[in-house]
């Protein structure tokens, strides 16, 4: 009876966690759970490069480039939801974007792949806007931070799988990564298009897509000016996870790609099991900025651990567990303080801007950081990374929600 009870407690903690949230919403996450599943080519991009004979700094450009294409694809992804709809965006953008992933692997030249780069990144962040603005449309003020918990632990999931066989499959193959990310893309766009299509929408008693003039810019609301800037400095130090230290593994702790895939699917692994149940009982608090500044917090720690604790496997480890618990805490609620401040009539521009701010950080952050790893060594960058995290996580405190 002892063993009973705390199963039926963790039962019910797990089934409240999940509870409530709607229909689009779970439909939209099982596609989102598809699609990331085949994201195998961009956490080992830089390892890529580096193996057909480019630099560091020529890999982690090409990630930069990346980014800088994600910029473009998150404006204009955000207007064109707007005018057009998040339906269409998200199912245009999945298709192109699985084309893409598929002819940017059989690209060979540096400037071909740094094009192919650009054009491919440019049409797959322009997903993201979309996507944002339908979670948004999809969930309630009261669950809105669950609704994209839900859509991040789909994302993780498919994290966690996708980084864990890419792996395995780039120890062997590193050309197949970009034909699986393709075509995952396309079966996903395949899935949106039959499990949530407009018109079904509006069968069920409402439009999800209803058209309003823009009642503000968000270039004119301050505090959401501030708060991109603040996850721009987020984001720079975050990305760090996703090109300079696979590399640090690869070169400091001479890691196998298997293990580096394993650590990274770590990341997912954590964030599907603990990530629903925590802001389950957090998003009820109204503690949005405070919650995001501790995950700065973690952050911060989790760059620390690199140059104060021995050169071991399991301080690689240690890290992994402290920026994961650092995004789970900062990333859903950053997501519900943009969307408390849109309006149905401009979600797309804020999810757009929003969008952009995580794209420009994946420009500065891995060209920025291996640039100082190459010249100052990857000690440098742990603390310089650890410092702008933690003054970003002391400014998120100053932040007002309204």
Known sequence: MNLIKPFHTTRNLYKNAYSGLSRPTWLLSIVMLVNRSGTMVLPFMTIYLTGIGFSIFQGGLVVGIFGAGAICGAFIGGKLTDKLGFHRIQLYTLIGGGILFILLGLMKSYPLICVFTFILSMVNDAFRPANNSAIAQYSSPENRTRSYSLNRLAINL?????????????SFNYHLLFWIDG???????????????PAGQAAAGKSLEIKIPESRSPLKDKKFT???????????????LYSTIPVYYKEVYHMSELYIGILM???????????????????????????????????????????????????????VVLVTFGEILAMPFMNNYWAGRASTGNRGQYAGYYAMAWSLSQVIGPTGGTWIAGHWGFNALWWISGFICLVAGILFRTLKLN
């Open 226 to 240: 501030v708060f991109t800037f603040l996850v721009i400095l987020y984001g720079v130090c975050f990305y760090q």
């Open 158 to 170: 498919g994290w966690a799988v996708g980084g864990t066989l890419g792996g395995f499959i780039a």
């Open 265 to 319: 699917g770590l990341n997912g692994l954590i964030i599907v099991i603990i990530e629903m149940v925590l802001i389950f009982h957090l998003e009820s608090k109204n503690r949005t900025l405070y919650f995001i500044s501790q995950g700065l917090i973690l952050t911060v720690l989790s760059f620390l651990v690199y140059v104060l604790l021995p050169l071991h496997p399991v301080t690689a480890l240690i890290s």
């Open 183 to 197: 075509f995952t893309n396309i079966i996903a766009a395949v899935m949106l298009y039959y499990l949530l299509k």
